[in-house]
């Protein structure tokens, strides 16, 4: 399968191998590695090997590839040491453009779980 790059891209860098990264799961088509600033105890990112800028710019082509990533999202916490649905969990955000927090024009998800910084009480 041949994958889109963008060769000024970071995230297509690390999936590339040009840039190190501490790698959670590969596949043809999906790369996740532990975020380099950690939210939580248990913090990675999926993305897609293709260059896709952002949410926004998914089409019905993606749908596969969506619904690999939210298949895949609760095997890797686990195996990353969240406990198991309902006592545990994880969450999952996508960020979406400047003003929805997206720091890196490349569509990723976060994976975030383990006692929670923004748990309330």
Known sequence: MSHTHDADCIFCKIVAGQIPSRKVYEDE???AFHDIAPWAPVHFLIVPKTHIASMAQLGSEHERLMGRIMLLAPR???EQGCK???EG???VVVN???EGGQEVPHLHVHV???P???ARG
């Open 29 to 31: 088509e999906l790369y």
């Open 112 to 114: 975030m779980g383990g």
């Open 96 to 98: 979406t453009g400047a």
């Open 116 to 118: 929670r910084p923004w």
């Open 76 to 78: 890797l916490a686990l």
């Open 84 to 86: 198991p649905y309902p």
């Open 89 to 91: 969990g994880f969450r």
